[in-house]
């Protein structure tokens, strides 16, 4: 095999990308956001749509998104006047999906020492969620309601190009569907238009590699488990 250092690049930055959740509190410099955002927007979608909106946060704002979240997850009574913008997970569980979610769980629980009676210790940890992990950047990505599946797609490989980007430049991500429950919060804070629907948020910034939660790697499926090769 011909040495190729761009084929290698574009690997490492691919098979290095790890869902993050625990950072430090380094600032992230405005024109690398600004180049990740350039570099993700050359994704392809249907007839040129670019279905794509962005809402970049940081600072005091990216705090008090936080923080109404957090109030309103945090108290039962008010958790129960939200609800997801849209179903992404499925609604009724099927192996082999099933297994594969709760390994995960049980992993990064593991790795924290959560046990499975420990009911305030996991929802402290997806609570952790609405904290962007304490990265010093929190992303919010939105679509327009007038937009169908094709650019749900779409918009899934401008979510990728953000990660591997970031990867590109020793930066790491989490991509987060937990924001999905707070889309009447989430507009409020940040504006959003009528016709816009949270498609999720996205923690990044430079991972702590002294947190035990930075050294979950989940596993992957064999190729002949999900290809055929037909000739």
Known sequence: MIHNPQQEAVDAAITSRRSIRAYLPTPVAREDLEKILEVAARAPSGTNIQPWKVYVLTGAKKEALSDAIL???????????????????????????????????????GLLGITRDNKAGMAHQHGRNFRFFDAPVGLIFTIDRVLEQGSWIDYGMFLQNIMVAARARGLDTCPQAAFI??????????????NETVVCGMSLGWADPDKVENSLVTEREPLDAFVRFIE
């Not at 108290?75 to 979610?101: C, G, L, M, T």
């Not at 429950?181 to 009528?194: D, K, Q, S």
């Open 71 to 109: 109030d309103a997850y945090n108290d039962p009574e008010k958790n129960k006047e939200h609800s997801e913008a849209y179903f992404y997970y499925p609604r009724q569980w099927v192996s082999p999906f099933i297994e594969r979610r709760r390994k995960v769980g049980w992993d990064l629980y």
């Open 181 to 194: 429950h707070y889309p009447r919060i989430i507009a409020e804070h940040l504006g959003l238009g009528e």
